[in-house]
């Protein structure tokens, strides 16, 4: 099984919900990770998790708050979203996050709108 | 901090033709490089990547790419393309280039393989 599992795939949420996007692999990486990809741009990291630790945060505003429940699973907690943040949230894992294992498996992404 | 350069937004190219995507990075060390695909509506998939070794690395689909230090570049090339590659191609590095546990990838800013009939 290489895959990353994201759910759902299409989400639509008002800026006073509160939602949650998930994400599961069952590789047994140790290294996943949470994207912001807007159109026609090229994904932009979040945060990192490394043994379910959280190891970067790339200065994320804190109504995005990760969560690594365990080793296979990632949540993105989403409250008072803004429209700006509508785009395709890709969850991504690999083995451990070193450079020889930097391989990335990426999931379908999660299409968020905010209306 | 790394930086990757794709000059070309979009390449138009008639199916069968050859085709190559260029990439370019910033650092004057040993660096770490990918080429990643993504289809419409889709997430990222891996073509091929450059760790250390033979410049020439041979990915999937058809794909190939080719590490020039001197030129910093990573170019990918396919010697015949199907209607079937169109989609946004990703080229991108390790940052730091030595790893370590902030590694993380840094992205180009993409390139549109438009493959016509």
């Known amino acids: 099984d290489t895959e990353v599992t994201q759910t759902p795939k299409h989400l639509v949420m008002g800026m006073t919900n509160k939602k949650s996007l998930k994400c599961e692999q069952h590789?047994?990486?140790?290294?996943m990770y949470w994207y912001k990809q807007k159109a026609k741009k090229p994904p932009e990291l979040m945060f990192v998790?490394?043994?379910?630790?959280?190891?970067i945060n790339e200065s994320v505003p804190s109504r995005f708050s990760p969560e690594c429940p365990n080793s296979s699973l990632l949540n993105l907690h989403l409250h008072a979203l803004q429209p700006e943040d509508s785009a395709l949230y890709l969850c991504?894992?690999?083995?451990?996050?070193?450079?020889?294992?930097?391989?990335?498996?990426f999931g379908q992404g999660t299409r968020l709108t905010v209306v | 901090a790394q930086s990757v350069t794709q000059l070309d937004s979009q390449v138009p190219v008639f199916e069968e033709a050859p085709v190559e995507l260029r990439c370019n990075y910033s650092?004057?060390?040993?660096?770490?490089l990918f080429w990643y695909v993504q289809y419409p509506n889709q997430g990222l998939q891996l073509l091929l990547k450059y760790l250390s070794g033979s410049t020439l690395v041979k990915g999937i689909n058809g794909f190939e790419a080719e590490f020039n230090k001197s030129q910093t570049s990573f170019h990918l090339r396919k010697p015949s393309v199907h209607i079937s590659d169109t989609a946004e191609y990703f080229c991108a590095v390790s940052d730091p280039p030595y790893g370590g546990a902030t590694n993380k990838l840094i992205f180009g800013t993409g390139t549109l393989l438009a493959v016509q009939p």
């Open positions: 998790y490394s043994y379910e630790k959280l190891s």
């Open positions: 991504a894992s690999s083995q451990e996050p070193e450079p020889h294992s930097l391989e990335a498996f």
């Open positions: 650092s004057s060390v040993s660096v770490y």
């Open positions: 590789m047994g990486h140790r290294a």
